[in-house]
């Protein structure tokens, strides 16, 4: 699948990667109908996804916005090759379905237990005490979650962050004719 083999290229990657990868199936992701979401689902794109908690406060809400949105749309011919997910733990507020409606784009919406969030994706964080929620997760169109990026409430992280994941995900989409 891949035209570049993976391999040969520099490991210049700003997200932290995880190794072994965690397969999307682990999360126990539903639809907003019930279905289960699993790697089928998540075939011919690339999906950014982010892991809702309870509240949706400044860093949730630059994360949805400007590190899954805009940096999207920062990608003008690749942008149809990347899938937007929200994950939430929790029915949505009244405020982030506000701001969801005013500033997002189309994003897939899918429910998850916060438990089974978090046991899954422990293996992805060095402190064991660390919480995967509040993330952004980066998973091939396989559904396996390879890397991680945290949020940030301050415009200098956020800015610098979005230039890492705009640099990683041109290098994947780069190798990858999907």
């Known amino acids: 699948r891949f035209l570049v083999d993976p391999t040969e290229m520099d490991k210049v990657n700003r997200g932290t990667l995880i190794t072994p990868h965690i397969p999307v199936k682990q999360l126990e992701l539903t639809t907003t ?7 089928e689902d998540m075939s011919g794109q690339w999906s950014l996804m982010y892991l809702a908690g309870k509240q949706c406060e400044r860093g949730c809400k630059n994360a949805l916005f400007y590190l899954m949105t805009r940096l999207r749309q920062s990608l003008p011919r ?5 899938r937007l997910v929200l994950v939430h733990t929790t029915p949505p507020s009244q405020d982030l379905q506000a701001f969801m409606d ?3 784009g189309s994003m897939v919406e899918l429910s998850g237990d916060a438990g089974t969030l978090r046991q899954a994706l422990a293996p992805a964080f060095d402190a064991p005490d ?3 929620l509040h993330h952004l997760y980066l998973a091939a169109p396989d559904g396996q979650i390879f890397m ?3 949020t940030h409430e301050d415009k200098k992280s956020l800015l610098k962050e979005a230039d890492g994941i705009h640099a990683d995900l041109e290098r994947t989409l780069k190798g990858s004719r999907i």
Request: hydrophobic fraction near 35%.
């Open 33 to 39: 109908d019930g279905q289960s979401w699993n790697a």
């Open 78 to 82: 690749d942008a149809d090759r990347i």
């Open 102 to 104: 005013q500033k997002l």
């Open 130 to 132: 660390a919480d995967p």
């Open 148 to 150: 991680w990026y945290p």
